[in-house]
């Protein structure tokens, strides 16, 4: 109950039969209220978030899942390649990378190494993220010559800051080479404990928080595909009369005619997504590469690896066919990025 103070309120004058004057009283007369009582502001906003965020689980746990099978990939038509090859991806680590990034340590003073041995399935980029690192930190750190040089078994050297390596050369001084990168002259020196401040010709310098130049960046990640096989292409990218129905449909790949049980070989490294049978493109093997790229060989007469498998670029993979929808030996070769169809000439050399 809340009390409000007593008021004062003033009477009009009273005649009195027993004096001549006129005297005005003025009596306080406390009042006091009942206030009604109020819900706090803090518990109407709680109801609100509570409502509101049952609300909005119910209507994303009930919405479609994202379609990812554990069973094998299903193709069911040319037209729908693009659509499953997405189905099938893996999704990225990102509960790796919220991990990583969201527990970093402060910003070291002192550079400190340790190493770590690639694994199957591992990219720049993953690993970038579960150190919390840039990629163009271990690009430089490892001399790392493009996205095929990360390779299961090999070690990385892992900084404990981001930077890149720099080689003293002549003429180079520590203000100079500050400069170049735009680096604090305190953190350089910390970082490579030159408490003297020398410097020799060809001595390697860690350069905290510097970046590789973008174009060393894209040379990195150009993208390098070699032929599957050799021959004359029977039918392009692109639109054309499906030799089956006579109607004008999308060729989401390249056929390129070869005789019968020619040696198919992988256009990138990277691993086997999946492998088997389908109604339209027969025999087929399905590799996933890095930057979100796969390939597809259809049509195969015999499948030489297995689901899982990691291959290098250029090693044999199966054996040209005639199974599936086919109207004589050839090669069904697709490339795509993040589920969409690229024109492979684009990309082989």
């Known amino acids: 109950m809340v009390s409000i103070a007593p008021t004062e309120k003033t009477l009009p004058s009273i005649d009195s039969p027993h004096k001549s004057n006129t005297i005005i009283r003025r009596l306080k007369i406390p009042v006091r209220l009942k206030a009604v009582p109020r819900i706090p502001y803090f518990a109407v906003i709680l109801v609100a978030v509570v409502f509101f965020g049952f609300a909005g689980t119910k209507m994303f746990t009930g919405a479609s899942n994202f379609p990812?099978?554990?069973?094998?990939?299903?193709l069911p038509d040319e037209d729908s390649?693009?659509?499953?090859?997405?189905?099938?991806?893996e999704p990225d680590d990102g509960a790796d990378a919220e991990a990583a990034v969201g527990n970093l340590p402060p910003v070291p003073v002192s550079l400190k190494m340790s190493t770590y041995t690639v694994r199957t399935g591992d990219t720049?980029?993953?690993?970038?993220?579960?150190?919390?690192?840039?990629q163009d930190t271990l690009?430089?750190?490892?001399?790392?010559?493009?996205?095929?040089?990360?390779?299961p078994?090999?070690?990385?050297?892992?900084?404990?800051?981001?930077?890149?390596s720099h080689k003293v050369r002549k003429g180079d001084s520590l203000l100079s080479i500050a400069k170049t990168y735009g680096a604090d002259m305190t953190r350089l020196v910390d970082a490579?404990?030159?408490?003297?401040?020398?410097?020799?010709?060809?001595?390697?310098?860690?350069?905290?928080?510097?970046?590789?130049?973008?174009?060393?960046?894209?040379?990195?990640?150009?993208?390098n595909f070699v032929w599957p096989v050799r021959g004359p292409i029977s039918s392009p990218?692109?639109?054309?009369?499906?030799?089956?129905?006579?109607?004008?449909?999308?060729?989401?790949?390249?056929?390129?005619?070869i005789p019968l049980g020619t040696k198919v070989k992988a256009t990138r490294a990277g691993t086997v997504a999946d492998t088997g049978y389908n109604s339209v493109f027969g025999n087929y093997i399905i590799l996933k590469h890095s930057n979100g790229y796969q390939s597809l060989y259809g049509h195969l007469s015999t499948i030489g690896v297995r689901e899982g498998q990691s291959v290098d670029q250029g090693a044999v993979i199966g054996n040209s066919g005639?199974?599936?929808?086919?109207?004589?030996?050839?090669?069904?070769?697709s490339i795509f990025q993040n589920g969409k169809a690229l024109d492979p000439r684009k990309f082989l050399k």
């Open 139 to 151: 690009v430089s750190m490892n001399n790392l010559q493009g996205p095929q040089s990360v390779k």
């Open 153 to 164: 078994g090999i070690q990385l050297r892992i900084p404990n800051m981001d930077g890149i």
């Open 322 to 333: 005639n199974t599936g929808e086919s109207t004589g030996p050839h090669l069904h070769f």
């Open 192 to 223: 490579n404990n030159l408490e003297d401040g020398t410097i020799t010709v060809g001595q390697s310098l860690f350069i905290p928080n510097a970046r590789l130049a973008s174009a060393t960046m894209q040379n990195f990640y150009s993208v």
């Open 124 to 134: 720049i980029d993953r690993i970038a993220k579960r150190f919390g690192l840039r």
């Open 237 to 257: 990218f692109g639109y054309r009369s499906n030799p089956f129905t006579g109607l004008r449909t999308y060729h989401s790949a390249l056929d390129i005619a």
């Open 68 to 74: 990812v099978s554990s069973e094998k990939l299903i």
């Open 81 to 89: 390649v693009q659509a499953a090859l997405l189905a099938y991806l």
